[in-house]
């Protein structure tokens, strides 16, 4: 399915025909229609078919678990200190130079 989708793409891009443009929005809304009610049966069957452990372990496995935050240190929290920092850095790696950069 996808691959006819693909190829009724490439077919509108060449002819750019009003049809063809159709024939890819049909090809392509089935497509994401069908995908979604495989992907919807698919997460059916693992709930049910698995216990609570087994299934979070299968959740956790496909990557649909929320994601840890990044802890910053709080050295780099405030962009003012950040910002001279980098600037002063900038400052003395130039004063020994014949350019000057303010």
Not at 45 to 60: A, P
Not at 80 to 102: C, E, H, K, P
Request: aromatic share 12%.
């Amino acid at each position: 399915m996808m691959k006819l989708r693909d190829e009724a793409k490439a077919s509108f891009r060449h002819t750019k025909s009003r049809g063809g443009w159709e024939y890819y929005k049909s090809l392509r809304n089935l497509t994401n229609k069908t995908f979604r009610a495989e992907k919807r049966a698919y997460f059916d069957y693992i709930s049910r078919t698995r216990n609570s452990q087994s299934l979070w372990k299968h959740l956790n496995l496909l990557g649909l678990k929320k994601q840890e935050k990044i802890n910053i240190p709080s050295s780099l929290k405030d962009p003012d200190t950040l910002n001279n920092f980098f600037a002063r850095s900038v400052l003395n790696i130039n004063i020994g130079s014949s350019v000057r950069y303010a």
